[in-house]
Every structure is written in C-alpha cells, then in structure tokens.
C-alpha cells in the first residue's frame, strides 16, 4: 500500500518507516494515497474517502494505532470512519528481565514496534539486579545485565513512538541474586530482602535509584517492594527485637521516597505489603480485604507514592471493584497490573489470562482507573518465551481504546498489528497444558507439558496422575499437537518459525514420553522382561534424539530473543533429562542381565503430587522444575 503523508514530523515520519515493513507500506509515492494528518484534542479520528484520508490524534501513541487503524481497513477501496476515545492515560506492560531471560535490544525494540501499533504507551523492564550499577561489579555479575547505553538506546526508540519507558527495580525484597555476594552482606536482612534502618541500604538504594534517574527520561519509577513477608525478622530482629513491621515498612518507604524526591522521581510501589501487613485475621493473604485500612492506618503510610494493585487469578468484576475502591483510601488512584500467564510452564496459559484479564480491565474502567498495565513473568526459568504474550497485549490494547473485547476483535487486530495470522496459534498454545483431565480455562495453572517433561523415567513423581485411561489418550493428544504446530511453523517468518518449531519438538517428546515411566513401573511389576528390554534398546534412544532436537530447537528460539546468560539454566535442565534417560536405560539393563535382583525405585509406591492439597482432577496439578525432578535435594 502506497501512502502519502502531510502534517507529521521528522521523527514521527522515521517511526513510520521503522512500520512499513511490518505494515506492507510505501511512503512518498507519486499514485499513493493521501492522509492529512492532524494533532489535536480529542478522540481518535481515522477515515478514508477515496484516495484521500485522515488521522486525528491528540498523544503520539494514538497517531501510531490510528495509522495501524488505517493500514488495517483501507486495504479495500470503501470508505470508513473510525472514532475512538482512549479509555486509559497509561496502558503497557511489564516484560520480566530477572528471572534469567534478559531481552535482546533487538526483541525489545521489536515488542516497541507491535506496542505502537496497538497504541500501547507504556514499557516497563523489570530489573531485579539485571542492569549495570558504577561501582557494583557483582550486581548482575553474569546475569545479562543491561549496559546504561543498551536501555538508552530502549528509551530512545520507545520515545519515538510516544511510549514511556518507566524504570522497574527493587528496593526492598526480591533481590536475592543481588544480595548473594559478599559486598552485600551489612545490608542483607533476610537472603532476598534488604536490611531496614542501615545507613548502607540507603546507601545502596540511592547507587540503584541515581542509576535509573540518569538512563531513563521518565520522571516516574517503580520501587518495587512487594512480597517481602519476612521483612523485620531476620538480621533486623537480631540488631534491634521485634517491631511492628508495620512501622519498619513505613519507615523503610519513607526514607526511599526522599531518594527519589532527591531525583525529581515520582515513585509507584506494590501495594500486597500494606495489605499484608494491616491483615487482622493472620491469614497471610496477599490482598487480605479484612486488612485494618482504618484513617489512623493510613495516616501513618508516608505520602506522595502512587500503589500498585497486582492481580491475576480473579474472575469477577466485583471482586476487582471491591479491592480498587479499598485502594482509594491510600489517597490517590491506584494502578492496575494484570497478569499474561507463561509463567512457571513451559507453555502460556490464555484460558486464565481471558477468565482475568477481561473482568479486570471492564472493572478497571468502571471504576475510574486511568493507568493499567500486563506483567508477563518468568518464573521457574523462563521457559516460555515472551513472544506468546502479544494476543494478551492486543487485549489490553483493545479495552483501552473501546467497551466490550471479543476474540474476532483480536484477531482481526493481532494480525494488522504484526503483519502475521497469529491469534489462533498463540491463543491455542494453551492445549499444551490444557488437555483431557485439566478443568476448562486452567485456572488452577496445571502446567503437564512441564512436569511431564522434566519428570523421571524412574522416580516419577507424578506417575499417579497418569491413570489409565489418560495414558492412553495423551499420547495421541500431543501426537496430534505435535501435527498442528509443523503445520502453523511453515506458515511463519522469523520469529515465530523458531517458536512453533519448538513446541512441535515439545510434543513430539511427550506424545513418548508421557506415559512411558507409568509403562515402565508396570512392565516390571508384572515381570514383562520382553517389553522391557524393547523400551532399553528402542525406545529410550529415540526419546533421547527426540530430546536433544527440542533442546536445540528452543536453544535457537532462546537465542533470537534473549541474551546468553541464563540459557545455561535451561541447558542443564536438558542435559539433566538426558542423561537420567540414559539411567533409566542403564538400570533396565542392569535388571535384565542379572546385575541387580530389584530396581528399588520402581518398587517404590506413588503418591499424588500433594504440594497445594490433593488435586480434586489428576491433571489439575503444578510443579516447579525443582520439584519435579526429584525429591531429594538439587543442592
């Protein structure tokens, strides 16, 4: 498409070329079409009449959805009218760079691209300690950290496109990586929590927070905070006894907030603390809504931070309405951050991302939210890869610029947005844990195609949830999931070739592996030596090659998106499955051949996998790798 531009800018006409390729458009040609472009006050404006078009928008990020807009309905010769009243000031997402996927530049720049498209003004980074402090070579030490200059060129970009890069850390908890050297020792409180009332934490704080202040040219910052349920019992409770920690939270936070007045920062911070600490019930929930949120409370909790409500499990609005108007007694409006689930699995989770996120954002303009955002997580490893997350984000997208969301929506957008027919597979990753035997929408978070993988041939931990008639239907499950996506890979360019690949390598080994550890324990409980001695010389080897070629196929997806550092993790996970399925070879054969009379662990009996209470459906359980390879320890 061939399009002719009056009234933008320089920078706003080189955002454009940096689209065109993802768009199909031509700029400056003699027979384009001609769009008048118009910043004002107001909706967003796009029509077409002819070859003659028009773009009204009143923030930068608008003029970006509004081109995708018309990109998107003028690839016919009808004339539209498009109107749309942005519904939130602020709408994003925070993209997890700590749990050992740190994004490549590139992929951050690509995720920039998608974002402006789908009118997403917001980019958060959450750094624990993954960027670079003067004067701290061991914070981030080979953890992929950033260089100052890699997220300045971030800024840069995302700045173009009227995206704010908002600088994410933490000040308090969740800083274990950061915390595990020596030079941290005087300002540790706990392993992952930082040490209150110690002029070297402040010290500390100060070099993360001065840091963030000179890299980014957003005045706001996230300081994290969150979780730190053990805040005032550790090194504190030695130094000083025991104090309300609901006082050494005020105290801790007050003293950040006049770093970050220092800076000129406006400062947000997680809200579940407060929550947590005010419970009256000593339920230690997150989000306690019998919390004493009384005047005098909150009179106490030091002013000029905005909060930060954390939600991704609920699925009603009410519920959400109630929370956001308890927030409101902290004395400004809070933020909402929902959750694109991929963390903790191998695979994402868009039945429980739908079931949320829907409720939450409808909830969320009800109630008169101006700033939302989507955390996308990678717990446990990040073994799934960030690229899922983008039909979630067009979600997110979509009720910020409109009422009621439905999935032609979507995917109508998704597709415009990225130049690629990407809904449906992404969406339909979640059958790789959603499958027979886990509840519709998964919202218990069953991750099987993980613990399924990691779990040993002959210490199946989760053999028990393989019963009968789900050893004989799962197999031909992935067997058919392992079909679709050579059939979706062939259809993609680079990124998401190498995305569906490794998910048809991903099935390829469990339509194998599935059930063969429950096969196993069977055959040699029933003395069927003869079945036995096939899965040793047969079927171990091809499951082994099957291994190695998903190992490799992940290894290049991890690669085009991420930096090196951390993929070390998921290669001795791999290396881990390997060689323990060459043990388990070892040890038939050893069985077989007279070497040994028993093979202990097979006589061993199984148990369901009781981490969180006995699942109510064998399938509806979750592991995390450490839990799902043994139940001895890994250290």
Aim: glycine share 8%.
């Amino acid at each position: 498409m061939k399009l002719l531009f009056s009234g933008l800018s320089k920078d706003t006409l080189r955002g454009v070329a940096e689209l065109g390729g993802m768009l199909g458009i031509e700029t400056q040609a003699e027979d384009a079409i001609s769009v008048e472009v118009v910043q004002a006050n107001g909706p967003l404006k796009v029509t077409r009449n002819g070859n003659r078009g028009f773009i009204q928008y009143e923030k930068k990020i608008h003029f970006y959805r509004g081109l995708g807009l018309f990109v998107e309905h003028a690839r016919t010769m009808e004339a539209f009218t498009i109107n749309e009243q942005p519904r939130f000031d602020y709408n994003g997402t925070m993209l997890d760079v700590s749990r050992n996927g740190v994004l490549r530049v590139d992929t951050i720049k690509q995720f920039i691209r998608y974002m402006a498209l789908m009118g997403l003004n917001g980019l958060m980074l959450y750094t624990e300690d993954t960027y670079e402090i003067e004067g701290l070579p061991y914070f981030g030490y080979m953890r992929g950290r950033y260089s100052k200059e890699e997220l300045r060129a971030c800024d840069d970009y995302a700045d173009m496109f009227g995206i704010e890069m908002i600088p994410c850390i933490q000040t308090l908890g969740h800083l274990h990586h950061a915390l595990k050297w020596n030079y941290a020792e005087p300002i540790r409180d706990h392993h992952d929590i930082l040490l209150p009332d110690e002029p070297k934490t402040y010290e500390f704080i100060e070099q993360m927070i001065s840091t963030a202040a000179s890299t980014f040219r957003s005045k706001r910052i996230h300081i994290g905070m969150d979780e730190a349920f053990q805040v005032g019992l550790g090194r504190y409770l030695r130094e000083h006894g025991y104090r309300n920690r609901f006082d050494i939270m005020n105290e801790h936070v007050g003293k950040v907030l006049e770093i970050t007045s220092k800076y000129g920062l406006r400062p947000m911070i997680w809200s579940d603390m407060y929550f947590n600490l005010l419970a009256n019930d000593n339920q230690g929930q997150l989000y306690n809504m019998n919390a004493d949120f009384s005047a005098e409370n909150m009179s106490k909790i030091p002013e000029g931070v905005q909060f930060v409500f954390w939600d991704y499990g609920r699925g009603e609005e009410e519920g959400y309405e109630l929370v956001f108007d308890m927030h409101k007694k902290f004395g400004s409006m809070p933020i909402f951050a929902g959750g694109i689930h991929m963390w903790n699995s191998i695979a994402p989770n868009y039945g429980k991302t739908w079931k949320t996120s829907h409720p939450a954002l409808r909830a969320a303009k009800k109630k008169g939210l101006r700033e939302v955002f989507a955390t996308a997580w990678g717990d446990n490893g990040t073994e799934t890869n960030h690229y899922v997350i983008l039909a979630g984000l067009q979600l997110f997208a979509e009720h910020g610029y409109g009422d009621e969301v439905d999935d032609e929506t979507l995917a109508k957008r998704l597709k415009a947005c990225t130049g690629i027919d990407l809904f449906e597979p992404l969406v339909s990753l979640k059958y790789m844990d959603e499958v027979p035997g886990v509840d519709e929408g998964n919202h218990w978070m069953a991750n099987p195609s993980k613990f399924l993988l990691w779990q040993d041939l002959m210490v199946g931990i989760f053999d028990k949830h393989i019963e009968a008639d789900t050893e004989e239907v799962l197999p031909g499950y992935y067997r058919d999931m392992e079909v679709k996506w050579r059939n979706v890979k062939e259809c993609m360019p680079a990124p998401f070739h190498a995305l569906f690949e490794t998910y048809e390598k991903l099935a390829a080994v469990l339509s194998m592996k599935t059930a063969l550890g429950v096969r196993i324990t069977r055959y040699y409980k029933e003395q069927r030596k003869e079945e036995l001695a096939k899965i040793a010389s047969s079927e171990l080897p091809e499951l082994y090659s099957r291994v190695e070629s998903l190992r490799l196929a992940h290894r290049r997806m991890w690669m085009l998106t991420y930096k090196p550092f951390g993929w070390e993790t998921l290669d001795i996970r791999y290396g881990g499955l390997k060689s323990r399925i060459q043990s388990a070879g070892d040890r038939l054969c050893d069985y077989l051949d007279g070497r040994v009379d028993v093979l202990e662990e097979l006589e061993a009996e199984r148990l369901v996998f009781d981490q969180n209470g006995t699942p109510t459906a064998p399938m509806n359980v979750t592991g995390l790798y450490q839990l799902i390879v043994t139940a001895t320890s890994l250290t």
